[in-house]
């Protein structure tokens, strides 16, 4: 919740705070209680990425201009307020198969386990490179995220804004051999 003061009358506005000071609270001294305990939710004021999978997409400046969403710990339904501390950041497919709880901790905990995107799409993606007969052991002596992060870097186009695993694959083979 907001406020402002307009013609003298204060207004109280209610809705989700910017990205940005989402993000700001999750790497703030207030957090601290809740980062020893779960502290894959930490965040990076510079790197923006889903809180629970650790997806980013390196168009994304920062926090605010990325297409993260602001997803309530506790839902509205639940007595969920607007404070800052009420929202994770998460990527589309995180948010919409988070728990709708009313335990804090059940959806913080949900979050901090949660499998990372480039892990899963690691695997899809040595699918997709066997299938190019390119083998996917090249991958292994390979930073995967700077790997991922070049290839997207590479690839001409995406669908709907995320670039499937085949696109990723013919992209890391060029990356491969133009090495
Ligand atoms: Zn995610």
């Not at 790997?147 to 694959?169: K, P, Q, V």
Request: proline content about 5%.
């Amino acid at each position: 919740m907001f406020g402002t003061c307009w013609g003298g009358v204060d207004i109280v506005m209610e809705g989700p705070p910017s990205r940005k000071r989402i993000a700001e609270y999750w790497c703030s001294e207030e957090a601290l209680h809740e980062l020893v305990m779960f502290p894959a939710l930490l965040t990076d004021p510079e790197e923006p990425e889903c809180q629970a999978c650790g997806y980013y997409a390196v168009s994304w400046p920062n926090w605010n201009s990325s297409k993260l969403e602001r997803a309530h710990i506790l839902a509205r339904s639940a007595g969920g307020s607007w404070d800052t501390s009420n929202f994770l950041l998460l990527c589309r497919s995180c948010h919409q198969e988070a728990p709708m709880t009313n335990d804090r901790n059940h959806m913080l905990q949900w979050a901090q386990t949660r499998p990372s995107h480039f892990s899963a799409e690691f695997d899809k993606l040595s699918i997709e490179l066997s299938a190019l007969g390119v083998d996917p052991e090249v991958l292994s002596g390979i930073g995967r995220h700077a790997l991922l992060a070049s290839a997207r870097r590479l690839a001409a186009g995406t669908h709907f804004g995320r670039m499937s695993c085949a696109t990723l694959a013919l992209a890391v083979r060029g990356w491969i051999e133009g090495v």
